[in-house]
């Protein structure tokens, strides 16, 4: 039996007090601290970035043969998470699963700061960041464009098409919530605020016919990019010739390990603001368990991607590869990291039990990103560090600005996710409410 | 004014008279402003002098090159030598005379020295210049109180082993283009010793000119695995002190194959090997002595400084019993021999203690430092009321000297010297003295209190003397300097008969016991250093970032030992030992060698230096000499070795010396090679490659061979690139952390096949310039491209640094400017800069360019005489200093040119060819001349 969408059949009243208060709402002193803290950590990543543009790439553990090293790791796996929140919210809209509904604000919001995140390494960890812009098609003055066999360009394309869809996207969705806002806020500023940008949404049905039209355009827009985006960014390892990147099938492996850890976050963070925010009526056990669901099956998806890396290396006879697949990786604890936490957690999710206990359920997604981030750093530092020459055969250490802007990053991200739950709609309300309507209206009629 | 400035004269203060500086607001005919200017000068390195070429650049010298009509350079550059135009620049240097810490000048160092009543001692490293014999002479001839001590010289040991075996000493010249079986024991014959350059490329020479037919075969006996030994053809690792067993052993097997030899003593034992490995043993002895009697008259026994005297009289004897005298093997007048009755530093300190000393004159040594601690040298020089230490830094001996004066860098003096084959070499200034300093001869000639002190006039001076020219004396000097050398001055080869004398047979008696004695003691076994020479280029950085040839140690000397020692000891690699001989010890990190002799430690000198002074130098390592109790003691027994609990951080540029199965540096015997002679094949064969293809057919096509057969790892075109380039050194730390920015390294494979050869494959690895290069694809802003005659191109101003391309080169050939390197070398050592190439800033990458300036250089001059770049015309640096002529550089058009021939030879292969890179350097697969009588269970 599975848990209800809508626990109960609130009035239209009742969801906006228990949906939208919370922006008026005084913080709590929890969440004030939870605030100062992960401002603290942001600050941390600023410190951390400023540092390495003062004194250059070497404050940072990289060195030859491992060039790239916690940076690209930490793109790689904050470009990844950034992936639920688009499935979500395009891909379940297109197929029409309206569990969706309940969750698809905060996973969108949780998108969009990731890639914030992720957006940071690629630039900050150039040796001359300030040139970054000559990766990007304009008309320089000696006519040289980006170079397109590189993968840095496409990753550029790629990342600014998701970033940008996916604010539109969120934004889109977000218009009657803000409309709602701006309509029961308390104070004339917070009036004139979400008045602008409610940006005139009515709500009367030519606006909702506008509304619907333009969100389902961005949605077929978006679903494509959840799987361009990291089909391209595995191309930056997949185009390169070390082993243990040059492999073909890195784009749908990457894709699949994307979902997955974005699903991880999903679970973290809903598990969170249900704690948080009281909201249980609404993110009911329906919908942890729909995404603990999909975690398990992108999980599975991760886990044969291990399993055709490992036999294609095998198959290869490539002394090179076999090297790298069966000596170095398996040498080193990261990669047991990522087995145990990737493919050993996703098995407890065949278990309803686990996918409906909370109490399992968070501390296994948080593992789940572990072991995700895990991955990227096999596949990144394992590789480099042990490459075709043995004598350039070196290992990777990481330094303290390595780690603080890695969990800066966190404190970031977490910074800017209380941030959004503070100041916006974290449940799309409108679509909660049509939603129990069309509930309403269905039990109405089974009654009848 | 006028007395005043006799005093000045008289007390030889050096007036340069009408010397004004000029800015280049007219032009000297001679000079075009950024091309640069080449003089001829030499460079002394223990006594004995190199021909070097200076290239200069406005005034500034930037780099060495070897003079290529040099008898002993032949164009070719030791690490040292190539690295010593950084000492020159080094802005830790003396700088102007003090006297007990305090501002003083050369007026009242030399007025101290001179007026003062007293004897004068004066110490001098030995040195082979005749221009500062002539002055210490005439300095004794002019004052009676004067006693000179020389330091003695390194070849100590080979002089009394003439003198026993020959009845004086000599230098013993080899002519090894003549040679066919080489027997070096414990001889560095192609780093460390003074003939190394001509005997490298005469090695090579002899190795080219008979074709794979007729290879020399060169059997090699030591403890730890030096450059000679990598070249070795058979190499046996054995105790520094059980190379005289193998001597005696040798000589024996001769004797029993008919070779007619002197008995020796039937009292003479031999050291009985330890049974694992005297089948070996047996096995090489018989195979060689084999081989030494089939070629006699073209064989060379050649036997190391280290070795005791006996030794090398027994190899005199050897070789002349072999037929070798006068047709691979010479004499010449020995160049550093003393005089019998020469003071040496143990008088010295008698006559101090006899309160005899009254003043002390230290010339460009550094004795404390290198002294045996037991001659308590110190305390000693402290003794002296009045003590000047002259030298290029202040250091060990200064702080215990009350005069402190800078020294002239030779770059900056006048001078002479002979080369080891007796060739008078001159050393003539790139640069007026950057400091107040003075050269030795100066300072011995204003002792002396000569009319004219300055270098210049003394070097005409002891030139006239030398040459007995007259009129022709300016056209002479002249066409020497610009040369670099006295023509024609080479020793003439004596006619000697060497013997077995009494005195001979005793001593092997001696030693023979003494090593028997010592069978199964542990041996420490001390060396030149084949990155930092000595204490003297210890504040240089690029000899201490200089990654040892064998262990690739950087910036650290170390107990360098066999595996199976390591284990009787229970020590792993890294952790430090502490070694201790009569109360003195030293604490060194173990780094394990496998090819290393066992129950023997080798440490390499010239670290450990106390001298705060010198902030490269200083507390780098530790100083082995300190175990001593002698000059020259090179190997030390009765040491107490323990393990500490401390771990040292090594930086080390490989750590993994294994290539498994894949064929990288390729070794073969001669005869795996003749039977299947088209085994690289598949190693050279173009390659399908989804790369963009970028070869073009304009132009000349750049490409480069490496001979692995002839590299000994030796790392001079390491230094080479460095000057050349602009590299910066990074220190320890960095390296530690894989951060060296070398374009230019020597990889060192271990064969897994040992049983011959020496175990260890080098293959200098450096950009391959692929023709389908997977570095050019990745970048996204197009800051690495092909140019169209071949090169891959760095354009530095365009890199944003993303470091895809070394993440995809598979070569990791690539650095990067992770920090600010070059701004550490700001300053004074700006100045040796290559101004024709740029200095790189952070955040870019960089690499070998095949020396790309010099390309351009040459197409330029090219062009303006309207004419093809010619064969040959193009060398890079580090082909140039090259010993062995390993790195051949041409353009694929060029097919008359030797290398190009061997650019498809069936030795020739591409490392990583099966990834389609088509890389423009190609290696030609190191070929060992096995005896068949060894290979029988290959």
Not at chain 1, 195 to 202: E, M, N, S, V
Not at chain 2, 242 to 247: E, N
Not at chain 2, 320 to 342: D, I, K, R, S, Y
Request: aromatic share 8%.
């Amino acid at each position: 039996m599975t848990a209800p969408m809508i626990i109960g059949r609130p009035t239209e009243a009742e969801l906006n007090q228990s949906l939208l208060s919370t922006t008026w709402r005084k913080a709590r002193k929890p969440f004030v601290l939870a605030l100062l803290v992960t401002g603290g950590l942001t600050a941390l990543m600023i410190f951390g970035f400023g540092y390495k543009i003062a004194k250059g790439v070497g404050v940072w553990g990289n060195n030859i043969p491992v060039g790239w090293g916690f940076p690209i790791v930490n793109f790689v796996w904050w470009i990844g998470i950034g992936h639920a929140g688009t499935f979500i919210s395009a891909i379940l809209y297109l197929v029409e699963q309206p569990w969706r509904n309940a969750i698809s604000r905060f996973a969108e919001a949780m998108t969009i700061f990731a890639v914030i995140q992720a957006g940071l390494f690629p630039v900050l960890h150039l040796g001359r960041p300030w040139f970054v812009y000559w990766m990007l098609p304009y008309p320089a003055v000696m006519r040289v464009w980006p170079n397109v066999r590189s993968a840095f360009p496409w990753d550029g394309a790629a990342i600014g098409t998701y970033i940008t869809v996916s604010i539109l996207f969120w934004y889109l969705g977000m218009l009657p919530d803000l409309a709602s806002l701006r309509d029961t806020a308390p104070k004339k500023s917070q009036r004139i605020i979400y008045g602008l940008l409610a940006g005139g949404f009515r709500g009367d049905a030519t606006a909702y016919r506008h509304y619907r039209s333009a969100y389902l355009i961005l949605a077929g827009l978006a679903t494509p990019l959840v799987v361009s985006v990291h089909s391209i960014v595995a191309c930056d390892f997949a185009i390169a010739l070390t082993p243990g990147w040059h492999s073909t099938i890195f784009p749908p492996f990457f894709v699949a390990g994307a979902i997955y850890s974005g699903f991880a976050m999903v679970l973290s963070l809903s598990i969170g603001v249900r704690w948080g925010f009281k909201i249980d009526h609404v993110v009911t056990l329906r919908h942890i368990e729909n995404c603990a669901k999909l975690a398990l099956t992108t999980g599975l998806m991760v886990g044969y991607g291990y399993i055709t890396e490992m036999f294609t290396a095998w198959y290869s006879a490539d002394p090179f590869e076999l090297y790298q697949y069966f000596h170095h990786r398996p040498g080193g604890p990261m990669f047991w990291v990522m087995l145990c936490c990737n493919i050993g957690t996703a098995q407890f999710l065949w278990f309803k039990r686990v996918r409906t206990n909370l109490k399992i359920l968070f501390p296994l997604s948080i593992l789940m990103n572990v072991g995700m981030w895990s991955e990227r750093f096999v596949i990144i530092v394992n590789s480099l560090e042990r490459e075709f020459l043995p004598s350039k055969w070196e290992n990777y250490y990481p330094t303290w600005v390595d780690w603080s802007i890695l969990i800066g990053t966190i404190g970031f991200f977490t910074f800017l996710f209380l941030l959004f739950l503070r100041f916006l709609p974290i449940i799309s309300v409108a679509e909660v409410k049509e939603l129990n309507a069309s509930l309403r209206e269905k039990e109405g009629q089974g009654g009848a | 004014m006028l007395s005043a400035g006799v005093a000045a004269a008289q007390a030889g203060c050096l007036e340069a008279p009408g010397d004004l500086t000029r800015p280049y607001a007219r032009l000297p005919p001679e000079v075009t402003p950024g091309n640069p200017r080449y003089f001829a000068t030499s460079m002394t390195l223990d006594g004995l002098a190199t021909g070097l070429v200076v290239e200069s650049h406005e005034g500034r010298p930037t780099k060495i090159e070897g003079n290529p009509e040099h008898p002993t350079s032949l164009g070719a550059t030791l690490a040292q030598h190539q690295a010593s135009v950084l000492d020159l620049y080094d802005p830790s240097r003396l700088k102007a005379v003090t006297d007990r810490g305090k501002p003083s000048s050369w007026h009242h160092l030399l007025e101290a020295l001179t007026k003062t009543p007293g004897p004068l001692w004066v110490v001098t490293p030995s040195s082979s210049s005749p221009l500062q014999r002539w002055l210490l002479e005439r300095l004794k001839e002019r004052n009676d109180d004067v006693h000179s001590v020389v330091l003695p010289t390194r070849w100590a040991h080979a002089y009394q082993g003439a003198q026993l075996a020959l009845g004086r000493p000599v230098e013993t010249q080899l002519d090894l283009t003549q040679a066919k079986i080489i027997v070096s024991l414990d001889a560095e014959l192609f780093s460390t010793a003074p003939m190394a350059l001509r005997w490298a490329h005469d090695y090579t020479e002899r190795r080219r000119s008979g074709g794979l037919d007729d290879l020399p075969r060169l059997y090699v006996f030591e403890a730890m695995l030096s450059p000679t030994g990598m070249l070795a053809d058979h190499r046996l690792a054995v105790r520094t002190g059980d190379v005289l067993s193998i001597c005696v052993a040798l000589w024996r097997e001769l004797q029993r194959r008919g070779l007619s030899l002197p008995a020796l003593p039937s009292g003479v034992s031999i050291a009985a090997p330890k049974q694992k490995d005297s089948h070996a043993r047996a096995a090489i002895l018989s195979a060689l002595a084999d081989d030494l009697l089939t070629h006699r008259r073209r064989s060379v026994v050649a036997v190391g400084p280290a070795q005791p005297p006996v030794c090398h009289a027994l190899a005199h004897v050897l070789n002349q019993a072999l037929g070798n005298l006068q047709t691979t093997v010479f004499h010449t007048e020995a160049l550093l021999a003393q005089e019998p009755e020469a003071a040496s530093l143990a008088d010295l300190s008698v006559a101090v203690q006899a309160k005899q000393v009254q003043k002390l004159l230290i010339l460009d040594c550094n004795p404390v430092y290198a002294a045996p601690p037991g001659l308590a040298l110190e305390r000693v020089i402290r003794a002296v009321p009045v003590s000047a230490h002259v030298d290029l830094h202040r250091n060990e001996t200064s702080r215990v000297c009350r005069f402190h004066g800078p020294l002239s860098h030779y770059l900056e003096s006048w001078g002479d010297a002979r080369a080891g084959e007796g060739t008078l070499s001159l050393v003539q200034p790139l640069i007026r003295p950057l400091y107040d300093s003075r050269s030795s001869a100066e300072v011995l000639a204003a002792l002396a209190g000569e009319q004219d002190p300055s270098g210049h006039g003394q070097l005409r001076g002891s030139f006239r003397r030398l040459t007995r020219s007259g009129d022709d004396f300016e056209h002479a000097f002249r066409a020497s300097l610009a040369q670099g050398y006295l023509a024609g001055s080479e020793s003439p080869r004596l006619n000697l008969t060497p013997a077995l004398t009494g005195g001979a047979v005793e001593a092997l008696d001696r030693a023979l016991a003494l090593a028997h004695q010592r069978r199964d003691a542990l041996e420490i076994s001390l060396r030149t250093s084949p990155t930092i020479y000595d204490e003297r280029f210890a504040n240089n950085a690029w000899l201490q970032e200089l990654p040892h040839p064998r262990t690739k140690l950087t910036w650290d000397n170390a107990a360098m030992m066999s595996p199976a020692l390591a284990d009787s000891l229970g020590v792993d690699e890294a952790r430090v030992l502490r070694i201790e001989k009569a109360g003195r010890h030293i604490e060194l990190p173990v780094v394990i060698v496998p090819e290393h002799a066992p129950q023997s430690i080798s440490i390499e000198l010239g670290y450990g230096r106390n001298a705060p002074e010198e902030p490269i130098a200083h507390a780098v390592g530790d100083n082995a000499t300190r175990l001593t109790d002698a000059w020259l003691e090179r190997m030390v027994y009765d040491v107490e070795v323990r393990p500490t609990d401390k771990r040292a951080e090594l930086a080390r540029t490989q750590q993994n010396f294994l290539e498994d199965d894949r064929e990288l540096a390729i070794s073969l015997s001669l005869r795996q090679f003749k039977k299947d002679p088209g085994v690289l094949k598949r190693l050279r064969e173009d390659q399908p490659s989804t790369l963009p293809r970028t070869r073009s057919s304009e132009g000349p096509q750049w490409a480069m061979t490496i001979d692995m057969s002839v590299c000994s790892g030796c790392s001079a075109c390491v230094i080479a690139c460095q000057s050349e380039n602009n590299i910066p050194a990074v220190g320890k730390h960095q390296v530690r952390l894989g951060r060296e920015m070398q374009w230019l390294r020597i990889d060192s494979y271990r064969q897994t096949d040992t049983r011959h050869g020496p175990g260890v494959t080098n293959q200098p690895m450096m950009c391959q310039h692929c023709e389908h290069a997977p570095c050019e694809y990745v970048c996204p802003v197009f800051a690495t491209e092909h140019s169209p005659d071949g090169l891959n191109e760095m354009v530095y101003n365009r890199c944003i640094g993303t470091r895809f391309c070394q993440a995809n080169c598979p070569y990791k050939v690539r650095r990067f400017n992770w920090l600010h390197y070059t701004h550490r070398w700001d300053g004074m050592h700006s100045l040796q800069r290559n101004p024709q190439v740029t200095v790189r800033d952070r955040g870019v990458m960089e690499k070998c360019t095949y020396c790309v300036q010099r390309i351009r250089r040459a197409e330029h001059q090219a062009r303006m005489e309207q004419r093809r770049i010619r064969e040959g015309e193009v060398r890079t640096a580090c082909q140039q200093a090259c010993p062995t002529q390993a790195i051949a550089f041409f353009a694929l058009q060029h097919e008359d040119l030797v290398p190009a021939k061997a650019w498809d030879s069936e030795l020739a292969y591409g490392v990583l060819n099966h990834l389609g890179t088509r890389p423009r350097t190609r290696y030609l697969a190191k070929i060992r001349n096995v005896n068949d009588a060894l290979e029988e269970d290959a």
